[in-house]
């Protein structure tokens, strides 16, 4: 069963431009949320997890259990932001990650 | 180590021959994950081994791949008879339940071209 769910690819935005990148899973529990991000020859690395409310970048993910959803937002992209995202669940029970097909991102100047 | 090792970090082979792939996670972490990246895809779930419980091979697109491992700690994967299509970058993770906050981390991972 698909846990977590990318629906965009590709996205892209003009920089100073809000942009929103859509995350959605399933899960029957208590579900721990993240996103990574992958730039340009660097390896993938955590950007943020819900747990922490934080905001990392500029970025932030609010969790809603209602809609299932954990969608990445900035309010003012930056060349620096193009990169590949990726949403990922942790479940608890099993100890594994879920990670979407992710989403490339081109912010374009 | 600091973080997640693997090597080679380039293999270039030919259609046909086997490869072995190694994965050195961070000490002490229980789960490991490999998973494969093709030219402009995502990630794709190959295997993972959470400490002595039988692994999850749900993501093995063949029975030319397999993996183990040894010792609850490196992990190799193999891919035999190798095929242009199994050119990819293959990434190894690991994690730790203990933590209170758990976190993947990724190996740079190894770019493995067929030809």
């Known amino acids: 069963a698909q846990r977590v769910t990318q629906p965009e690819k590709l996205l892209s935005v003009f920089k100073g431009a809000p942009v929103e990148l859509k995350c959605n899973y399933s899960?029957?529990?208590?579900?721990?949320l993240f996103w990574y991000v992958q730039y340009s020859r660097q390896r993938l690395q955590l950007l943020l997890r819900?747990?922490s409310r934080e905001s990392i970048k500029g970025f932030t993910a609010d969790l809603n259990k209602g809609e299932t959803s954990f969608h990445l937002k900035k309010p003012f992209a930056q060349e620096e932001d193009s990169a590949m995202y990726y949403c990922?669940?942790?479940?608890?029970?099993?100890?594994?990650?879920?990670f979407g097909t992710g989403t490339s991102l081109t912010v374009i100047p | 180590g600091a973080g997640v090792s693997q090597s080679p970090s380039n293999k270039v082979t030919e259609k046909g021959k086997d490869v072995e792939l190694r994965c050195d996670p961070i000490s002490g972490h229980t789960a490991l994950y490999w998973y494969r990246q093709s030219l402009g895809q995502g990630l794709e779930f190959l295997i993972y081994f959470q400490g002595n419980s039988a692994p999850d091979k749900s993501g093995l697109p063949s029975d030319r791949f397999s993996a183990e491992r040894t010792g609850g700690s490196v992990s190799t994967l193999t891919i035999q008879r190798t095929q242009q299509e199994d050119s990819a970058v293959y990434l190894c993770?690991?994690?730790?339940?203990?933590?209170?906050?758990?976190?993947?981390?990724f190996g740079q991972g190894t770019r493995l071209t067929v030809v």
């Open positions: 819900h747990i």
């Open positions: 993770a690991s994690s730790s339940k203990v933590r209170r906050y758990t976190e993947a981390f």
């Open positions: 899960y029957s529990g208590s579900p721990e």
């Open positions: 990922a669940l942790h479940a608890n029970t099993g100890n594994q990650f879920y």
